[in-house]
Protein backbone atom coordinates (compact mmCIF):
# COMPACT_ATOMS: atom_id res chain seq x y z
CA UNK A 1 0.00 0.00 0.00
CA UNK A 2 1.06 3.40 -0.80
CA UNK A 3 0.08 6.46 0.77
CA UNK A 4 0.86 9.88 -1.21
CA UNK A 5 0.08 13.32 0.94
CA UNK A 6 0.40 16.65 -1.44
CA UNK A 7 1.18 20.04 -0.03
CA UNK A 8 2.74 23.47 -1.22
CA UNK A 9 -1.12 24.71 -2.83
CA UNK A 10 -2.47 28.26 -2.06
CA UNK A 11 -3.65 31.54 -3.98
CA UNK A 12 -1.41 32.89 -5.89
CA UNK A 13 -1.31 36.08 -8.67
CA UNK A 14 -1.35 35.26 -12.24
CA UNK A 15 2.20 35.52 -13.56
CA UNK A 16 3.33 33.80 -9.77
CA UNK A 17 5.21 30.87 -8.69
CA UNK A 18 4.24 27.66 -6.39
CA UNK A 19 5.96 23.88 -5.51
CA UNK A 20 4.05 21.05 -4.78
CA UNK A 21 5.19 18.23 -2.54
CA UNK A 22 3.69 14.92 -2.63
CA UNK A 23 5.55 12.38 0.12
CA UNK A 24 5.15 8.80 -0.58
CA UNK A 25 5.04 6.37 2.72
CA UNK A 26 6.04 3.44 0.75
CA UNK A 27 9.64 1.54 1.04
CA UNK A 28 10.36 1.01 -2.89
CA UNK A 29 9.62 4.33 -4.01
CA UNK A 30 12.51 4.49 -6.79
CA UNK A 31 10.13 1.52 -8.47
CA UNK A 32 7.33 4.01 -8.94
CA UNK A 33 6.74 6.48 -11.99
CA UNK A 34 5.06 9.44 -10.38
CA UNK A 35 2.47 11.80 -11.83
CA UNK A 36 0.92 14.96 -11.54
CA UNK A 37 -2.67 15.28 -12.72
CA UNK A 38 -4.66 18.65 -12.46
CA UNK A 39 -8.71 18.87 -12.20
CA UNK A 40 -10.93 21.81 -12.60
CA UNK A 41 -14.67 22.42 -11.87
CA UNK A 42 -16.41 20.64 -14.38
CA UNK A 43 -13.46 19.13 -15.79
CA UNK A 44 -11.95 15.99 -16.59
CA UNK A 45 -8.63 15.26 -14.13
CA UNK A 46 -5.60 15.19 -16.58
CA UNK A 47 -2.03 14.47 -16.32
CA UNK A 48 -0.07 17.49 -16.12
CA UNK A 49 3.77 15.89 -15.91
CA UNK A 50 5.27 12.60 -15.08
CA UNK A 51 8.45 11.08 -14.40
CA UNK A 52 10.42 7.82 -14.57
CA UNK A 53 11.14 5.84 -11.09
CA UNK A 54 15.06 7.00 -11.44
CA UNK A 55 14.17 10.57 -13.12
CA UNK A 56 15.42 9.34 -16.45
CA UNK A 57 12.43 10.80 -18.22
CA UNK A 58 10.12 13.04 -17.92
CA UNK A 59 6.44 14.08 -19.76
CA UNK A 60 4.92 17.44 -19.49
CA UNK A 61 0.86 18.42 -21.48
CA UNK A 62 1.44 21.02 -23.82
CA UNK A 63 0.08 23.85 -21.87
CA UNK A 64 2.77 24.07 -18.76
CA UNK A 65 5.77 22.95 -21.17
CA UNK A 66 8.31 25.58 -20.49
CA UNK A 67 6.87 26.78 -17.05
CA UNK A 68 6.51 23.52 -14.73
CA UNK A 69 9.56 21.48 -13.63
CA UNK A 70 8.96 17.61 -12.06
CA UNK A 71 11.65 16.43 -9.92
CA UNK A 72 12.00 14.12 -7.41
CA UNK A 73 13.75 12.73 -4.56
CA UNK A 74 14.34 9.13 -3.95
CA UNK A 75 16.09 9.66 -0.74
CA UNK A 76 13.11 11.95 0.66
CA UNK A 77 10.55 9.64 -1.07
CA UNK A 78 9.11 12.82 -2.45
CA UNK A 79 8.22 14.13 -5.68
CA UNK A 80 8.10 17.83 -6.65
CA UNK A 81 6.23 20.21 -9.02
CA UNK A 82 7.88 23.56 -9.68
CA UNK A 83 4.99 26.03 -10.89
CA UNK A 84 5.86 29.07 -12.20
CA UNK A 85 4.19 31.73 -14.41
CA UNK A 86 1.22 30.73 -13.26
CA UNK A 87 -2.33 31.79 -15.68
CA UNK A 88 -5.82 31.39 -13.79
CA UNK A 89 -6.32 28.82 -16.14
CA UNK A 90 -3.90 26.84 -14.34
CA UNK A 91 -6.66 26.69 -10.97
CA UNK A 92 -7.38 23.24 -10.41
CA UNK A 93 -7.00 20.27 -7.96
CA UNK A 94 -3.63 19.03 -8.08
CA UNK A 95 -3.19 15.60 -7.42
CA UNK A 96 -0.11 13.52 -7.34
CA UNK A 97 -0.43 9.52 -8.17
CA UNK A 98 1.99 6.74 -8.18
CA UNK A 99 2.35 3.76 -11.05
CA UNK A 100 4.15 0.50 -10.20
CA UNK A 101 7.07 0.54 -13.09
CA UNK A 102 9.28 -1.73 -11.82
CA UNK A 103 10.83 -3.19 -15.33
CA UNK A 104 11.39 -0.04 -17.34
CA UNK A 105 11.94 3.45 -16.81
CA UNK A 106 8.60 4.75 -18.52
CA UNK A 107 6.44 7.99 -17.84
CA UNK A 108 2.21 6.66 -17.92
CA UNK A 109 -0.42 9.11 -19.53
CA UNK A 110 -2.88 6.54 -18.95
CA UNK A 111 -4.24 7.64 -15.27
CA UNK A 112 -5.72 3.58 -14.85
CA UNK A 113 -2.21 2.78 -14.82
CA UNK A 114 -1.93 4.74 -12.02
CA UNK A 115 -3.30 2.84 -8.88
CA UNK A 116 -2.11 5.19 -5.81
CA UNK A 117 -3.68 9.06 -5.32
CA UNK A 118 -3.43 11.61 -3.04
CA UNK A 119 -5.79 13.43 -1.19
CA UNK A 120 -5.66 16.52 -3.72
CA UNK A 121 -4.38 20.10 -3.17
CA UNK A 122 -5.65 23.21 -4.16
CA UNK A 123 -3.78 25.53 -6.60
CA UNK A 124 -5.96 29.31 -7.25
CA UNK A 125 -4.41 31.32 -9.40
CA UNK A 126 -5.89 35.18 -9.55
CA UNK A 127 -6.10 37.14 -12.53
Known amino acids: QVQLVESGGGLVQAGGSLRLSCAASVRTFSTYAMGWFRQAPGKERDLVSSISRNSENTYYTDSVKGRFTISRDNAKNTVYLQMNSLKPEDTAVYYC????????????????????WGQGTQVTVSS
Open 97 to 116: AAAWTPVAPRTPVDPNEYKY
